[in-house]
């Protein structure tokens, strides 16, 4: 579990910033050979550039009657002429298409492997979802782990789409264009060469001053989706309750806070690109007085103050970018970091280095002294004493927030126990592979997931390629088979968003049946029968009395004949184990199971009564 405070309190500097980027450019060294071609395609793209302004000198000169220094047109035409100056043309059109290819092969392989990049981190993010145990999920909102998957993974790929080609682009543009202005002539070179420090220096510390702001952007974008997700979801709660003008001020505040945030870096960035350009602009103006002198003392040609300001020009660009690309590193590292903080999470429920498979178990359950806390501070479960025997049924009950779920969800270690032990077959489950040890215990849990696909798929997600005589049967067992065939396409429906087209009973059912396809040996009814009527009831409690045969079995339930059905009742109270035995023999004692039989059972047992008897006649 990766823990969160605000921006501000963030390591922020040039040397985070450099590992994050770091970490970033790892992603791109799979895929060195598309660099190479890239890098290749580069330089034959900034090769014409660079020879373009000097085609251009050739041309202003030659119009002066001055021949060139392209040997083949002075073979062929004479200076000062149209035709000279045509060819001239010509050659600098050349270059320019050539350019184009160039760009556009350049082009092609920057998007081919920052794309792939956004593809690898996006899996390496999934896979990384995969591996977290439940505490993970439990204090991270849904929307917000879609966005650090989508909208920050494209954040960090700009990075290797422009962030890292264009840095080396600018070094050799730099370098290059001081080259042919000292070539052209040393003072306008130096005159250069004056600002580019300073530029250098802005571009760094806008970079570094933009990092924390946009990460808490990205944030605050975060938690727009998580209202807008929790909105969706909800939109009949929302509407029903006529919460939708209060929501529309929750969303406006998180809306404001990002337009804040957003007004702040964009000033820092144009105060930054306004400060660059200007530099820019004086060091051309005083190229322009120079250069003009050198012309009026016939030691420069307008032709080659031409090719100056061109160079001028293009640097011009190049400083634009700088201002741009700190921007985009700032983006980039923020998303960099949010992404590094999941990839970096150590799930809480993983393989012990020497575990070991958990092969066929007999089913025997034992808690020894168990507690439990969700956040190390307010305990769940106290000192929880509680052995099931191989195909027992036991079961749960207790008021809201007594523990009965925490207890369950320790047996397929959706949680470790926090002292204690929890064992099967007298094996620490803690000692043995998590996968196997899973694979032993079937689980329904009270809120149903279904996903959108057909019903055949979601009853064999458990079982990849079970058979149809397999589904048919768990589904009969179900009592959910006689429904299934009056709908158009059978077992090919589409259930749709989370089985919207299924009643609860439904869903509860399906789930059953999915979980039974498995055929595991310890068996958990989180509360699994609460959404299905009383009389649905007693006809899934037949089919359920011949498949939990050979099976340990935990049922929480507020359902009367779900407690008359267990081997031993278990009552919770706050997290401990307050009252153990039978229905008859707890009922006889005074106690909280008598006290909840009084008040919610004595009358499911009258309807579950009615309900024989409106099936026998």
């Given at each position: 579990m990766f823990s969160r405070g605000s921006?501000?309190?963030?390591?922020?500097?040039?040397?985070?910033?450099?590992?994050?980027?770091?970490?970033?450019?790892?992603?791109?060294?799979?895929?060195?050979?598309?660099?190479?071609?890239?890098?290749?395609?580069?330089?034959?793209?900034?090769?014409?550039?660079?020879?373009?302004?000097?085609?251009?000198?050739?041309?202003?000169?030659?119009?002066?009657?001055?021949e060139t220094n392209i040997p083949v047109i002075n073979a062929w035409a004479t200076p000062g002429t149209i035709y000279y100056l045509f060819l001239t043309a010509l050659c600098l059109l050349a270059a320019g298409i050539l350019r184009g290819v160039a760009a556009f092969a350049q082009t092609f392989l920057n998007q081919s492997i920052s794309q792939r990049v956004a593809y690898d981190v996006r899996n390496h993010i999934y896979e990384a979802y995969q591996k977290q145990s439940f505490a993970f999920y439990d204090k991270m909102p849904t929307a917000e782990l879609m966005s650090r998957a989508t909208a920050d993974v494209e954040a960090a790929r700009m990075l290797t789409s422009i962030g890292l080609p264009r840095p080396f682009q600018t070094a050799i543009f730099f370098t290059a264009i001081l080259v042919f202005l000292w070539l052209t002539s040393p003072p306008l070179a130096l005159i250069a060469f004056v600002g580019i420090p300073f530029i250098g220096y802005r571009a760094i510390k806008t970079s570094v001053s933009l990092r924390p702001i946009w990460l808490t952007i990205q944030e605050g974008q975060a938690a727009m989706t998580v209202v807008l997700q929790e909105n969706l979801a909800g939109a009949k709660i929302v509407h029903s309750f006529g919460r939708q003008e209060a929501e529309n001020v929750k969303f406006q505040h998180r809306s404001t806070y990002v337009y804040d945030r957003s007004i702040l870096g964009t000033s820092i960035r144009s105060t930054n690109n306004a400060v660059m350009t200007g530099t820019v602009w004086f060091l051309m103006g005083a190229i322009l007085v120079y250069g003009g002198r050198e012309i009026i003392n016939d030691n420069m040609t307008p032709g080659q103050l031409t090719q100056a300001f061109i160079y001028l020009v293009m640097l011009t660009e190049q400083v634009r970018m700088l201002g741009f690309l700190g921007d985009l590193v700032s983006r980039s590292v923020a998303a960099g970091e949010r992404i590094f903080e999941v990839l970096d999470a150590e799930p809480t429920i993983s393989d012990q280095v020497d575990a070991k498979p958990m092969g066929?178990?007999?089913?025997?359950?034992?808690?020894?002294?168990?507690?439990?806390?969700?956040?190390?501070?307010?305990?769940?479960?106290?000192?929880?004493?509680?052995?099931?025997?191989?195909?027992?049924?036991?079961?749960?009950?207790?008021?809201?927030?007594?523990?009965?779920?925490?207890?369950?969800?320790?047996?397929?270690?959706?949680?470790?126990?926090?002292?204690?032990?929890?064992?099967?077959?007298?094996?620490?489950?803690?000692?043995?592979?998590?996968?196997?040890?899973?694979?032993?215990?079937?689980?329904?849990?009270?809120?149903?997931?279904?996903?959108?696909?057909?019903?055949?798929?979601?009853?064999?997600?458990?079982?990849?390629?079970?058979?149809?005589?397999?589904?048919?049967?768990?589904m009969r067992a179900a009592r959910l088979h006689d429904f299934i065939m009056t709908l158009p396409n059978g077992y090919d429906t589409e259930v749709g968003e989370r089985g919207i087209t299924l009643s609860g009973g439904q869903k509860q059912r399906l789930a059953i049946a999915r979980t039974l396809l498995l055929d595991p040996r310890i068996l958990v009814l989180d509360d699994s029968l609460s959404n299905v009527d009383t009389e649905t009831e007693y006809l899934i409690q037949q089919a359920l009395t011949d498949l939990m045969k050979d099976r340990t079995t935990f049922i929480i339930a507020h359902r009367l004949a779900n407690l008359k059905r267990a081997d031993k009742i278990v009552v919770l109270d706050e997290g401990v184990i307050v009252q153990e035995g039978t229905h008859d023999v707890l009922l006889e004692k005074e106690g909280l199971y008598r006290q909840i039989y009084e008040l919610q059972l004595r009358q499911q047992e009258e309807a579950l009564e009615s309900s024989k008897n409106i099936l026998q006649i």
């Open positions: 921006a501000a309190d963030r390591p922020r500097g040039f040397v985070y910033n450099s590992r994050i980027i770091i970490r970033l450019i790892a992603f791109v060294l799979p895929h060195i050979k598309l660099v190479s071609f890239n890098a290749i395609s580069l330089v034959a793209m900034l090769s014409f550039m660079f020879i373009m302004p000097w085609f251009m000198a050739q041309a202003v000169d030659s119009i002066n009657g001055n066929a178990i007999k089913g025997r359950v034992r808690f020894e002294n168990v507690n439990f806390s969700y956040d190390s501070v307010t305990s769940t479960l106290t000192s929880i004493n509680l052995e099931a025997d191989p195909n027992q049924v036991v079961a749960l009950l207790g008021s809201t927030g007594s523990g009965k779920t925490t207890l369950v969800s320790l047996i397929p270690r959706f949680y470790d126990v926090s002292s204690g032990r929890l064992l099967i077959d007298e094996v620490d489950i803690r000692s043995v592979e998590v996968d196997s040890l899973r694979q032993n215990i079937g689980t329904v849990q009270q809120d149903v997931f279904l996903f959108s696909a057909t019903i055949r798929e979601n009853v064999a997600y458990g079982k990849y390629g079970a058979s149809d005589e397999e589904i048919e049967r768990v």
